[in-house]
């Protein structure tokens, strides 16, 4: 066996796009769907127990189901109610709805974490329910599960390759194509591969950092960071 | 008016009765402290206080604010009656400072510069105005409950409830807790504290209330009750070193 990687390298264009679609596609979802997760995640705190009855049957429905399956729901089902959308924006769609149950379940145990006493704190110094969970809650619950939350991200940047069957061009629709085009298979997704580890990689450095900065005096390692140099 | 007013206040945790039918007032700039065994009742008289915890019957009055379990109610009594827990409950996440403002900034709308200089006065008031940027958790015991009390005080409460404040704390730092709160009784703040500090009662608060089984057992000027018990109970319990 002999790989040949010419005829694939000079495809690169291509590739570059997929990385770049990747990389949006993932990057959009991980906030817009953060952002979800976390008014999920107030309506289940704050609001009354029918809001936190349906927010749970959203959760269970989108993490009890593959994400294959909820793409194509989305891409082949709300056209016929009359809501049209590229392949691309039906991939957004369902990253954000897919990230934002398995976010607001980790986030609800970060919130669920914190100590009564905190809650009760800040009740005591007159804020209200939703000043406590919004200046209270919150930032310490971040802290807790933002390792958690920085594995899910990577899964949906990996998961994203998913989109590729409604015909999304990102790094694995990329590679489908130059694999139609150089029949050389093998060395494409030996690329692919490659492509997809450094990304995951990066993202999960990038995270740890982003979470250092964000979570410094309220995470664990921080803390110890702390007294080490005080020693 | 007297500035604390319960009257027959009972409260159940399902089927226990933690407090029995309990009255007693404070009046405006007193100090009271409320003594007993773990287990009597005395957090959660204080918590029911400041709403806390509900009660089944009785009144309660503090500051002027009839407490019911109104979150509206709740929130304005909250504005003028501060207290001061066991574990400091510093919000971990921000600095001393941010911890102080919070709420004046965010419920009482105080503009950022004037909550600085509300926060600066009362880190001097407890001593630790060189903690302005500090995060609690790199602060000793001691400096953090001395930071909770400043973050209350931020709040110009009518009426302070502390709730054994120095128990989390070594020995040889619950000294500057207690001069703080010396100086705050000097000061004039009306102040209802649990305590296992028998000396401190004593001395600083004019009234001693001795709780015990959910209820009021003894009560009277500090010195006599302390010198003189007038129940096996109380004697029991001050010669037991208060323990
Ligand atoms: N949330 C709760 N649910 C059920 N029971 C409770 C609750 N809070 C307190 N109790 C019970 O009520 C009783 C009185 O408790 P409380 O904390 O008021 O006592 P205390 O006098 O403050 O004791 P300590 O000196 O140990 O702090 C105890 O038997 C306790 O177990
Ligand atoms: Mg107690």
């Not at chain 1, 790094?171 to 997704?189: C, D, M, N, V, W």
């Not at chain 2, 911890?99 to 880190?123: F, G, H, Y």
């Not at chain 2, 500090?197 to 500090?222: C, D, L, Y």
Request: charge should be neutral; glycine fraction near 6%; hydrophobic fraction near 50%.
């Amino acid at each position: 066996m002999s790989l040949q990687f010419e005829s694939v390298l000079a495809e690169t264009d291509i590739i570059l796009d997929g990385i770049m679609l990747t990389i949006g596609l993932s990057a959009s979802a991980i906030v817009l769907g953060l952002i979800f997760a976390v008014l999920l995640v107030a309506l289940r705190t704050l609001a009354g127990r029918w809001a936190g009855i349906a927010v749970d049957c959203y959760v269970e429905l989108m993490r009890n189901t593959p994400f294959l399956v909820q793409l194509f729901m989305i891409f082949f089902g709300l056209p016929l109610v009359g809501i049209r959308m590229s392949g691309t924006q039906a991939a957004l769609l369902a990253m954000t709805l897919n990230l934002a149950a398995y976010a607001t379940e980790i986030i609800r145990a970060g919130v669920d974490s914190i100590h009564k006493s905190q809650l009760e704190a800040g009740l005591s110094l007159a804020l209200s329910k939703r000043q406590v969970f919004q200046y209270v809650v919150l930032q310490p619950a971040f802290a807790r599960v933002w390792p958690a939350l920085s594995s899910q991200f990577v899964l949906m940047m990996l998961a994203s390759s998913i989109c590729s069957f409604i015909s999304v061009q990102e790094l694995s629709g990329a590679a489908a194509i130059i694999e139609q085009r150089t029949f050389r298979s093998f060395e494409t997704y030996i690329i692919v591969t490659v492509i997809y580890l450094l990304l995951a990689l990066s993202l999960k450095v990038f995270l740890l950092w982003l979470g250092q900065r964000l979570f410094a005096p309220v995470s664990g390692l921080a803390r110890v960071d702390v007294k080490a140099e005080a020693a | 008016m007297p500035a604390v007013l319960i009257d027959d206040v009972h409260k159940r945790f399902g089927n226990l009765e933690v407090l029995k039918g309990v009255s007693l007032t404070v009046e405006p700039g007193q100090v009271v402290a409320l003594i007993g065994r773990s287990g009597s009742g005395k957090s959660t008289l204080l918590r029911c206080i400041n709403g806390l915890e509900a009660i089944q019957s009785g009144r309660i009055e503090v500051a002027g604010h009839i407490v019911d379990q109104d979150p509206k109610h709740l929130r304005e009594l909250r504005k003028d009656v501060g207290i001061v827990f066991q574990s400091y409950n510093l919000f971990p996440h921000l600095t001393v400072s941010q911890n102080i403002m919070l709420s004046p900034r965010i419920t009482q709308n105080v503009p950022q510069a004037q909550a600085e200089t509300l926060a600066r006065e009362v880190l001097a008031q407890v001593g630790l105005s060189e903690k302005f940027d500090s995060y609690p958790d790199n602060l000793s015991g001691g400096q953090q409950q001395r930071v909770a009390i400043a973050r209350s005080l931020a709040m110009r409460p009518k009426v302070m409830l502390f709730d054994e404040v120095t128990s989390a704390l070594d020995p040889e730092l619950t000294g500057e807790v207690l001069l703080v709160m010396e100086k705050l009784a000097k000061g004039g703040m009306t102040m209802l504290l649990v305590t296992h500090e028998m000396n401190f009662a004593r001395n600083v608060a004019s009234t001693t209330i001795f709780m015990h089984q959910g209820k009021i057992w003894e009560s009277g000027p500090s010195r006599e009750l302390f010198s003189n018990p007038q129940t096996p109970e109380l004697r029991n319990f001050v010669s037991a070193g208060a323990h």
